[in-house]
């Protein structure tokens, strides 16, 4: 059974309040996308085509009302929202029905990840078995899950926001979790924060050795957008790769026609009448110029 695409998009958003007074932040913009466009680029340059999008009450209408079901894209997107937000794994106590027993891959909706090869190595680890999970090198560990090393080299177990780091790895917000995943997190209690934590869902695979980590490449940027300076700091990043390059970061249109998903009379006669530059770019997407060996999420 394929894998399955869980987004989390729910919360509230105080960190980057006013911007999120009345909207959600995953539906902030990027420089030229909302920002929930990144996080379906990295699961769709995956393979995966069933995605779940968890909301906040008051916001899942509009999502619902930029997404669609996503057939545009020849993916299938559903909605269930989240009461109360308290904390990462409750996403698979909630999307436990949709998963229906198939592996999941889970992502945050605020992370930007972009890299050269990033795609087809999601692809290869999709439906691998236990949990996987990414270590990437930051310069303040402490504000993230961060990952213990043995002595070997092994990874020990991940560590919440320790006030002391244990290493110089952070844990991006990307998961990979086997089917096993909503049985695990029913019995996890809240930890002094009042919330459930991934760190405990990742050890308790770890306690069993079904636990894998693979570092990202230097190469790879990945940018946390909770905070008003990173979002833009975000913003500017994929501006500067866009214009240099002169391809489109998170283009879902361009991932699904590499994928062979839709066909070009499709996206074409969707975009028709948008005059915006990302639907210039759409516009101009050939078969032939979508199937080089070069990532555009």
Known sequence: ????????????GTRLFPLTAVTSKQLLPVYDKPMIYYPLANLMSAGIREILIITSPDTRNQFEALLGNGSQWGIQISFCT???????????????????GSKSVLMLGDNVLVGSGLGRKLSLIA?????????YEVEDPTKYGNIRFRKDGSVKDVVEKPK??????????LYFFDETAPDQAK?????KR??????????????????????????????DTG?????????????VLQQRQG?????????ALRAGWINEIKIHRFHLEINSEYANYVRKLRTADVIREVETF
Not at 1 to 12: N, Q, R, S, T, W
Not at 187 to 191: G, I, R, T
Not at 200 to 219: E, F, P
Not at 227 to 239: F, M, S, V
Request: glycine share 8%.
């Open 194 to 223: 009042g919330e459930f934590e991934v760190t405990d869902l990742i050890n308790s695979y770890a306690k069993n050795h079904y636990l894998k980590v693979s570092q990202l490449s230097r190469g790879t940027v990945w940018i």
């Open 1 to 12: 059974m394929p894998a399955k695409g869980i987004i989390l998009a729910g919360g509230h």
């Open 127 to 135: 439906n691998d078995p236990g949990c996987h999970i990414f270590a």
């Open 164 to 173: 002391k780091p244990v290493s110089r790895f952070a844990v991006p917000g």
């Open 227 to 239: 905070n008003a300076r990173d979002l833009a700091l975000a913003a500017e990043y994929i501006r």
């Open 187 to 191: 019995v996890l209690k809240k930890s």
């Open 82 to 100: 989240q009461e109360r937000p308290e904390g990462i794994p409750q996403a698979f106590l909630l999307a436990e029905k949709f998963l229906s």
């Open 247 to 255: 391809t489109y970061i998170a283009c879902l249109e361009e991932i």
